[in-house]
């Protein structure tokens, strides 16, 4: 038995408006984007290694705030800094059969009850002025498990945020 490929994309996105105590927020912040896939990449590791091909990969879905904080969302932002260590630890443990990466999205889509203002707010962000779009993120999984040869990364999609 053997495994292509996992993509880690569980999310959980908690107010941190005092509603939901701090410690539970931290805590299921944590447990959704570090200890599950920690735990998944581990018990998952020996079917990776097994793969017939010349590689196995795992791509964590991660997020743009993960290298820059968010004062809105601190637990969010620092459960997905940890699965960007994850990624890198994980690369460096399974290589080379397994290739472990991460692609950290910023805006891909509004949610359906986004007003315009926010949309406009939210788009003025990047130098790209847009919605990425599905597309993007599934070109960037596709890259990933074709590429032979990067491996421990975090990709930005990010639309130029970062230099805004």
Do not use: C
Request: charged residues 25%; aromatic residues 6%; neutral net charge.
């Amino acid at each position: 038995r053997d495994l292509r490929g996992i993509i880690h994309n569980a999310s959980q996105w908690l107010s941190e408006d005092g509603t939901t105590p701090p410690s539970e927020v931290i805590e299921t912040m944590m447990r959704v984007h570090a200890a599950v896939p920690y735990e998944l990449n581990q018990a998952l590791a020996p079917l990776l290694k097994a793969y017939d091909g010349p590689h196995a990969d795992i791509i964590h879905i991660g997020d743009y705030v993960s290298s820059r904080g968010s004062k809105k969302h601190i637990a969010y932002a620092a459960s997905k800094a940890a699965q960007d260590n994850l990624t890198l630890s994980f690369a460096a443990k399974l290589a080379p059969k397994v290739k472990v990466n991460s692609v950290a999205p910023a805006l891909l889509l509004f949610n359906e009850g986004d007003d315009e203002a926010y949309r406009e707010k939210a788009k003025a962000k990047s130098l790209m002025q847009r919605e990425g779009g599905l597309e993007e993120l599934q070109m960037a999984v596709d890259y990933l498990f074709d590429s032979r040869y990067v491996t421990g990364r975090i990709l930005p999609l990010d639309g130029g945020r970062h230099l805004r």
